[in-house]
């Protein structure tokens, strides 16, 4: 039912002239709760993208791929024009690009940092730098002068520079920009970025920590299984090595034979010109019969002057043949042993064939390559048998 006015008053109703100022307030409430809505869900928005950019950062990612992952995601959450990663040395005035989201061939590339004030101002105040407004800040004033005379037309309008550390020793920045086609950064800008990149690099100081873990744990794994004068394998990777290749020919009924190398009378070498030059000789050796090998062969350094060599897929004909150009190689090099003096050297080898149960196990097969080596050396040395 619809009262008219006058009716309104004479039952001695609510004035009118209250329902305005009434309305305008509820209005004015309105707005403010959907003000504080409206901050509220950016604020999820930005734990949302902190998250997505952390759980993504802690990964098994290489260090440069952590700075190329951070720079991405920070150039999605924060809507930037460009999002880079610049090393800078203390005292140079050169920069290195370690990542740029918007131009990833750039990475490595050197630049000049007197043409970024913000990064200059960021390294050396130690704290952030935001520029809302190139076209207006006073360390840009030279720039901007500079680019008149040139002609040059700049499409940045808006740069924040967020210093960092890594590694101890190195610093570098977070270069974030904006294009004059998207709004200027300002303190909540700043205050996200900065908050995101330190807790970033936390994770990327653990990553760096596990990925310095995992070389030093291959290095001493390495260690574990390579001969240090020759950098072939050791007797102990050669065993397991033999394990694993007689599973499979016992497996597929393939041939398999055994090499085992012994330099002749490599004492007088060490007696006569000094185990400087015996170690060089093991070294050329070693070369020479690396080089000789296939890639699907294995070679070894046994102990002393002994070497081992197994070839998968070769019988006792092929093994047979591969040694005797092996010993006629080695005959017919010359050695240097210092001050320019050369030697030559023979070798003797021992052969031995996978045969089934004759090869139970890959102690046996050394032996048996052992005890053929030892009948080389009772005819004569410088010979191959079986």
């Known amino acids: 039912m619809i009262f008219s006015e006058a009716r309104v008053r004479a039952a001695g109703g609510p004035k009118v002239s209250s329902e305005p100022d009434d309305v305008e307030a509820l209005k004015v409430a309105l707005l403010k709760a959907e003000a504080e809505l409206r901050r509220l869900r950016e604020d999820a928005a930005a734990k949302e993208h902190l998250v997505g950019i952390l759980n993504e950062v802690v990964g098994t990612f290489s260090t440069s791929e952590l700075f190329h992952m951070l720079a991405r995601r920070l150039a999605r959450a924060l809507d930037l ?16 690009v370690a990542s740029a989201w918007e131009n990833p061939a750039l990475q490595d ?7 970024y004030p913000e990064i200059v101002e960021a390294i050396e105040k130690h704290h952030p730098i935001l520029i809302p407004d190139i076209r207006k800040a006073d360390s840009y004033r030279e720039l901007r002068e500079r680019w008149k005379r040139e002609g040059t ?3 940045i309008r808006s740069v924040l520079a967020l210093p960092f550390t890594f590694e101890g020793s190195r610093t570098g920045v ?6 004059a086609d998207k709004p200027s950064f300002d303190d909540a800008d700043g205050k996200f970025a900065e908050t995101v990149i330190r807790s970033a690099m936390m994770a990327l100081h653990r990553a760096h920590a596990m990925e310095l873990t995992r070389a030093d744990n291959a290095r001493l794994e390495a260690l574990a299984h390579i001969d240090p004068l020759t950098q072939l394998l050791n007797r102990r990777a050669l065993t397991a090595k033999l394990v694993t290749e007689l599973e499979r020919v016992r497996r597929y009924n393939a041939p398999l034979s055994i090499l085992m190398i012994d330099v002749d009378h490599f004492k007088l070498v060490n007696d006569t010109h000094g185990h400087l030059a015996g170690d060089q000789v093991l070294e050329e050796i070693a ?10 062969d294995t070679v070894a350094r046994y102990g002393g002057e002994e070497f081992v060599i197994v070839l998968p897929e070769t019988g006792e004909q092929g093994a047979i ?5 092996l010993r006629a190689k080695v005959e017919s090099n010359v050695f240097p042993v210092g001050k320019g003096q050369e030697i030559h050297l023979t070798i003797s080898t021992g052969v031995s064939i996978f045969a089934g149960h004759n090869a139970r196990t890959a102690e046996h097969l050394l032996d048996s390559a052992d005890q053929a080596l030892y009948r080389a050396k009772q005819d004569g040395r410088n010979v191959v048998r079986t």
């Open 81 to 96: 024009s460009h999002s880079s990663v610049v090393f800078v040395q203390s005292g140079s005035k050169k920069g290195t």
């Open 109 to 115: 590339l050197e630049i000049d940092i007197e043409k």
């Open 153 to 155: 037309i700049v499409t």
């Open 174 to 179: 977070f270069l974030l920009r904006r294009t």
């Open 287 to 296: 070369l020479l019969l690396q080089r000789a090998a296939r890639s699907v």
């Open 321 to 325: 043949a591969f040694a005797e150009r």
